[in-house]
C-alpha cells in the first residue's frame, strides 16, 4: 500500500511539474494534474475490458491465423 501511495504522489508531482514547465501557467498546470488521472482512469477502464479480444488478436496476428477477430480471448 505505501508502495502505491508513494507512486500516487509521484505521479500527481511529475504531472504538475511537467504541465506547470510546458503551460507556465499555475491553474492550467492545477487543472491538468487533475484531469489526467481521471481521463487514465477511463482509458484503463476500457482497456481492460477489450484486454482479452486485443490479446488474442495478437497472439492470431502472430501465428499466421487468417483472421485475427476469430481467435479465442485469452483469459
Avoid: C
Avoid at 504538475?16 to 487514465?40: K, Q
Avoid at 477502464?45 to 488478436?57: I, V
Amino acid at each position: 500500500m505505501a508502495k502505491s501511495l508513494s507512486f500516487g504522489v509521484l505521479h500527481v508531482g511529475t504531472a504538475f511539474g511537467i504541465s506547470y514547465a510546458l503551460t507556465g501557467d499555475l491553474a492550467i498546470a492545477v487543472a491538468i494534474t487533475f484531469v489526467e488521472p481521471l481521463a487514465n482512469t477511463v482509458v484503463h477502464y476500457f482497456h481492460d475490458k477489450h484486454w482479452p479480444r486485443l490479446a488474442a488478436w495478437g497472439q492470431a496476428l502472430f501465428s499466421g491465423r487468417s483472421s485475427a477477430w476469430e481467435a479465442e480471448p485469452v483469459r
